[in-house]
DNA sequence: TCCATATATCATGAATAATTGATATATTGG
DNA sequence: CCAATATATCAATTATTCATGATATATGGA
């Protein structure tokens, strides 16, 4: 993970359209959506949301997988994962007491 | 914290400058940097560094405080809880385990 | 093969954002 | 109060990004 790929990732996230998809896909979890449905459910165009799902996919936010005529997208924890780490990296380093409660947030009760 | 808050961080965050800069902020944990000796660290002119710290900080990802002729700089770590949180919403929802590699890697050994 | 469905790509105009030189504001020391 | 230092703001140019209409590609069913 470097500088290039977590910036094109936030650039991603930046719009909300895409922030939106990814965090209906993230609540999706492992059964994802058809991009048709996240397109109908969001109330967007058709052309709209498949130029955002490619700004996703591209940045490595999400996946995906063909399934008939439909395309399935789903959060990539992988890469998510990946960014956040970027962007975390050595947060402790300077205070370890600041890092707790991030984590206590993110972290969800499963 | 909403969509609007949220897609203003990772704006904030899709800049190769303001990034690093963030990243080093979080580094620097309580003792923060002055925002010359940043521009100086980072090699960008200082208005330059200025106008980056000044979108950070609309955005709630830093904060400052005078100190003398200085103005210092921290990472607002309660403002990166928040955006993480809001993207990260319900991620345990239709998939439990995907959540827990990230967590461990956002964890850090504090 | 032909048609319908599902998604992707292309071209364009409108809006936003980034860097830079110049200048303004704020603080300190003399 | 004046000069020096530290940071912020302004104006202008250039570059990106976005949504959209139109069109292309891919799959499945008849």
Known sequence: MDIKQTTSAFA????????EALRILIKSGTSGMLA???????EVRQNTMSANLSVLLQAGLVRNEREGR???YFADFEGLRGVLAFLMEDCCGGSPEKCQP???EITCAC
Chains 1, 2 share one sequence.
């Not at 991603?12 to 922030?19: G, H, I, K, V």
């Not at 048709?36 to 969001?42: P, V, W």
């Open 102 to 104: 991030l984590i206590d």
């Open 12 to 19: 991603a996230l930046s719009q909300p359209t895409r922030l």
């Open 36 to 42: 048709g449905d996240l397109a109908d459910l969001m």
């Open 70 to 72: 439909s395309i399935r």
